[in-house]
């Protein structure tokens, strides 16, 4: 069973910060891995798509990487601003996809 | 290019009744999927359709909930009787026909809050 974990869980930092969001799952063979950003009270909006071949996809000031054999991707956010407050969700897609619970990011002014 | 469309955005119902749910997804997109996201989770997949077929539905509880993809375009989800623990926001998300063995891009809409006191 597809297990995938988030850390942390929260985050709290002073605007203009550079950051790491980190997602890990426990079946490495998965076809492709998906950064997600939720605000509160509405459904989720898709960042980053990486395929099972990709290492890395980029958008903006998004950075998605991704590791299959270690189990592991993260989400670098540069330049952060309180407009990224939200919570960010990693899934990743075997025969389905498959959440972490998430990291709840705060961005102060 | 219109998003997935949900209906109601909140619904407020008592215990033991019963409440559905409608979702039209991307136009041309072949998969469609339900999710149930409890507060402070991360969505579950409750079921999900390739056309008007249905791939995976091993996580939904079977006892109460149904759904259907009339005709491979829009789908409704329901709960009859509802309990207080499925309180939670349904969401509904699609994606395009992807080559075999892949998987496409999901989109997502903005999901209905369902309260059951």
């Known amino acids: 069973k597809q297990e995938v974990t988030q850390i942390p869980a929260a985050l709290s930092v002073p605007e203009g910060e550079n950051l790491v969001l980190n997602c890990s799952f426990t079946?490495?063979?998965?076809?492709?891995l998906q950064w997600f950003r939720q605000d509160p009270g509405k459904g989720l909006t898709s960042l980053l798509l990486?395929?099972?071949?990709?290492r890395e996809q980029t958008s903006g000031r998004l950075n998605a990487s991704l590791d299959k054999s270690s189990g592991r991707s993260t989400l670098y956010i540069a330049a952060s601003q309180p407009g990224d407050s939200a919570t960010y969700l990693c899934?990743?897609?075997?025969?389905?996809?498959?959440f972490g619970e998430g990291t709840q990011l705060t961005v102060n002014p | 290019e219109a998003g997935v469309a949900q209906s109601p955005r909140y619904k407020i119902i008592e215990k033991r009744q019963s409440v559905a749910f409608w979702c039209n997804p991307i136009?041309?997109?072949?998969?469609l999927y339900w999710y149930q996201q409890i507060l402070g989770q991360g969505p579950k997949l409750l079921i999900q359709?390739?056309?008007?077929?249905?791939?995976?539905d091993s996580q939904l509880p079977k006892d109460r909930f149904s759904a259907e993809r009339l005709k491979g375009v829009d789908s409704t989800l329901k709960i009859q009787p509802a309990k207080l623990e499925d309180s939670a926001v349904y969401l509904c998300?699609?994606?395009?026909?992807?080559?075999?063995?892949?998987?496409?891009?999901?989109?997502f809409g903005q999901g209905t809050r369902l309260t059951v006191v």
């Open positions: 079946d490495s063979a998965i076809y492709n």
């Open positions: 990486i395929q099972s071949s990709q």
């Open positions: 136009s041309g997109h072949a998969t």
């Open positions: 998300a699609s994606s395009p026909r992807a080559r075999q063995g892949a998987f496409s891009e999901a989109f």
């Open positions: 899934a990743v897609c075997l025969s389905r996809l498959t």
């Open positions: 359709f390739q056309n008007n077929g249905v791939v995976d």
